[in-house]
């Protein structure tokens, strides 16, 4: 699929487009969006033999190895669960939001920033724990055998994971805006990649001078762990530049799709009673997580102000 590019030449685009397949979308509002009318979701369906559950999974690991995990995952599940899973990754984080809002799925492996977006439709939320902690920052990166400052950004080419994506780019957007460097203003161009192995083979290629990527700790090991899991040993190639401020993990949503039976029965089957609780393996080495942690969707509400 062809990148997602804009382009800035020193000042603001306010209107620009990106093509996607053929097709011109608009970008992300610069405006914290009012309050969305979202319609009564459809009626609420009962899985059982023949119908199914439909899990959601974000791009953000890349499109392969997502799909990868996927069929693995859709399995495991189906034999836990004892009902037919069919999981679809999707194009970007757009679609996620659009797919869930709709009322298409019952679970979701939700982004932070698409977390936010679907508390109309969340009928529970598990965030992931990672390295012990539910709570992640975005680390700005760029290559090692660069001059690149936080004080000489202009007309450097940025790589990001996706417009909505917390990690990928918002956390990081935010925080150059806050020094007074809007990424509207100072890069050249701004691409929009998927997932965080794309847009940092962007950087380490040559493509692009910076990039941003989602790490659970500021201390130098986590941030070399970080990299590396998207990109393995070329980590070497890539320095920190700076590290943002903390928000909440991206998490498994049960929607408002499921009955109060069978989400019933995927909580006792997959998040068990307590604080921390520990899901099946299979579930947390598909994200990549040491454990859950039930909270309320509320709790992503402040990431809101990062869409304006």
Known sequence: MPRRTTQSAGRPLPG????VTGKSIPPPSRSIPPPRSVPPPPRRTTPRSGAGLVFLFPP????SKSSARAELLELALAHELGAQVSIHVTADYKELESRALSGEAHLIWAPAGVC???EPVTRAIYKAV???VSMYRSA????KDSDVSLDRLDGLRAAWVDPFSIGGYLLAAEYLRRRGADPDRVFAR?????????ALNAVTGGDADL???????DDAQSLRDAVALHIGPIERKIAVLAVTDMAP???VILTSQLSDEHAERITRMLFPVGKTVKAPSFLLAAMDAEAFIHTDSSEYRPLLRLMR
Do not use: E
């Open 211 to 217: 990039s941003a990527v989602t790490a659970w700790s």
């Open 190 to 198: 701004q691409t929009f990649h998927g997932s965080h192995t794309d």
């Open 60 to 63: 953000s690991l890349g499109k």
């Open 116 to 118: 936010a977006q679907l």
């Open 130 to 132: 990672r390295q012990g």
């Open 140 to 143: 700005i990166v760029v290559r």
């Open 249 to 251: 993990t991206d998490a």
């Open 16 to 19: 620009y487009s990106r093509r």
